[in-house]
Protein backbone atom coordinates (compact mmCIF):
# COMPACT_ATOMS: atom_id res chain seq x y z
CA UNK A 1 0.00 0.00 0.00
CA UNK A 2 2.97 2.36 0.62
CA UNK A 3 4.22 1.72 -2.90
CA UNK A 4 1.53 3.71 -4.85
CA UNK A 5 2.36 6.46 -2.71
CA UNK A 6 6.07 6.26 -3.11
CA UNK A 7 5.66 6.40 -7.04
CA UNK A 8 3.45 9.07 -7.07
CA UNK A 9 5.66 11.30 -4.43
CA UNK A 10 8.83 10.10 -6.96
CA UNK A 11 6.65 11.57 -9.80
CA UNK A 12 5.54 14.74 -8.02
CA UNK A 13 8.92 15.67 -7.21
CA UNK A 14 10.41 14.89 -10.81
CA UNK A 15 7.34 16.94 -11.85
CA UNK A 16 7.92 19.99 -9.49
CA UNK A 17 11.80 19.37 -10.32
CA UNK A 18 10.93 20.17 -14.27
CA UNK A 19 8.62 22.55 -13.64
CA UNK A 20 11.57 24.68 -11.47
CA UNK A 21 14.08 23.88 -14.51
CA UNK A 22 11.47 25.42 -17.35
CA UNK A 23 11.20 28.15 -15.42
CA UNK A 24 14.93 28.37 -14.75
CA UNK A 25 15.72 28.03 -18.82
CA UNK A 26 12.94 30.24 -19.50
CA UNK A 27 14.39 32.94 -17.24
CA UNK A 28 18.20 32.55 -18.84
CA UNK A 29 16.32 32.93 -22.64
CA UNK A 30 14.81 36.59 -21.32
CA UNK A 31 18.42 37.30 -20.31
CA UNK A 32 19.90 36.11 -23.48
CA UNK A 33 17.14 37.97 -25.70
CA UNK A 34 18.08 41.09 -24.01
CA UNK A 35 21.55 40.62 -24.49
CA UNK A 36 21.15 39.62 -28.31
CA UNK A 37 18.92 42.83 -28.84
CA UNK A 38 21.49 45.30 -27.03
CA UNK A 39 24.12 43.86 -29.09
CA UNK A 40 21.99 43.93 -32.22
CA UNK A 41 21.56 48.10 -30.99
CA UNK A 42 25.26 48.12 -30.27
CA UNK A 43 26.11 46.69 -33.50
CA UNK A 44 23.59 49.09 -35.75
CA UNK A 45 24.90 52.36 -33.99
CA UNK A 46 28.52 51.19 -34.96
CA UNK A 47 27.62 50.58 -38.40
CA UNK A 48 25.47 53.91 -38.43
CA UNK A 49 28.89 55.38 -37.19
CA UNK A 50 30.97 53.80 -39.84
CA UNK A 51 28.37 55.19 -42.56
CA UNK A 52 28.66 58.64 -41.52
CA UNK A 53 32.60 58.60 -41.65
CA UNK A 54 32.89 56.83 -44.99
CA UNK A 55 30.29 59.84 -46.22
CA UNK A 56 33.09 62.42 -44.76
CA UNK A 57 35.46 61.24 -45.89
CA UNK A 58 34.03 61.15 -49.07
CA UNK A 59 33.10 64.96 -48.73
CA UNK A 60 36.51 65.25 -47.52
CA UNK A 61 38.44 64.28 -49.93
CA UNK A 62 35.51 65.91 -52.72
CA UNK A 63 36.75 69.24 -51.07
CA UNK A 64 40.36 68.71 -50.57
CA UNK A 65 41.12 67.18 -53.87
CA UNK A 66 43.98 69.41 -56.15
CA UNK A 67 42.68 71.95 -58.08
CA UNK A 68 44.06 70.92 -61.56
CA UNK A 69 41.82 67.59 -61.06
CA UNK A 70 39.11 69.69 -60.03
CA UNK A 71 39.17 71.39 -63.76
CA UNK A 72 39.94 68.44 -66.00
CA UNK A 73 37.18 67.08 -64.45
CA UNK A 74 34.87 69.96 -64.56
CA UNK A 75 36.00 71.30 -67.97
CA UNK A 76 35.70 67.36 -69.54
CA UNK A 77 32.82 66.08 -67.27
CA UNK A 78 30.15 66.67 -70.00
CA UNK A 79 32.64 64.56 -73.09
CA UNK A 80 35.53 62.57 -71.13
CA UNK A 81 34.64 59.23 -68.78
CA UNK A 82 36.55 58.41 -65.76
CA UNK A 83 39.03 56.63 -67.48
CA UNK A 84 39.95 59.65 -69.89
CA UNK A 85 39.95 61.82 -67.07
CA UNK A 86 42.54 59.84 -65.03
CA UNK A 87 44.61 59.46 -68.15
CA UNK A 88 44.43 63.61 -68.60
CA UNK A 89 45.78 63.42 -64.79
CA UNK A 90 48.44 61.66 -66.02
CA UNK A 91 49.42 63.24 -68.78
CA UNK A 92 49.11 66.79 -66.94
CA UNK A 93 51.65 65.23 -63.38
CA UNK A 94 54.10 64.09 -66.88
CA UNK A 95 54.04 67.50 -68.55
CA UNK A 96 54.66 69.12 -65.11
CA UNK A 97 57.34 66.34 -64.42
CA UNK A 98 59.26 67.53 -67.52
CA UNK A 99 58.80 71.46 -66.98
CA UNK A 100 60.39 70.69 -63.38
CA UNK A 101 63.08 69.03 -65.05
CA UNK A 102 63.80 71.63 -67.92
CA UNK A 103 63.69 74.19 -64.82
CA UNK A 104 66.20 72.34 -63.54
CA UNK A 105 68.56 72.24 -66.65
CA UNK A 106 68.23 76.02 -67.39
CA UNK A 107 68.81 77.01 -63.97
CA UNK A 108 71.85 74.63 -63.94
CA UNK A 109 73.36 76.01 -67.36
CA UNK A 110 72.67 80.12 -65.67
CA UNK A 111 74.83 78.92 -63.05
CA UNK A 112 77.63 76.73 -64.54
CA UNK A 113 77.88 78.58 -68.48
Do not use: W
Request: proline letters at 3%; one cysteine or more; charged letters at 20%.
Amino acid sequence: MLYPFLVLGVLVLGLASSIGGIIHLSKQNALLKERVLHALDQVQEQNRQIKELELNTKDYLEKHRPSNTKTIQQRYSQTKTAKELHTCQEQLTHVENLLQIFKSQTDALKVNP
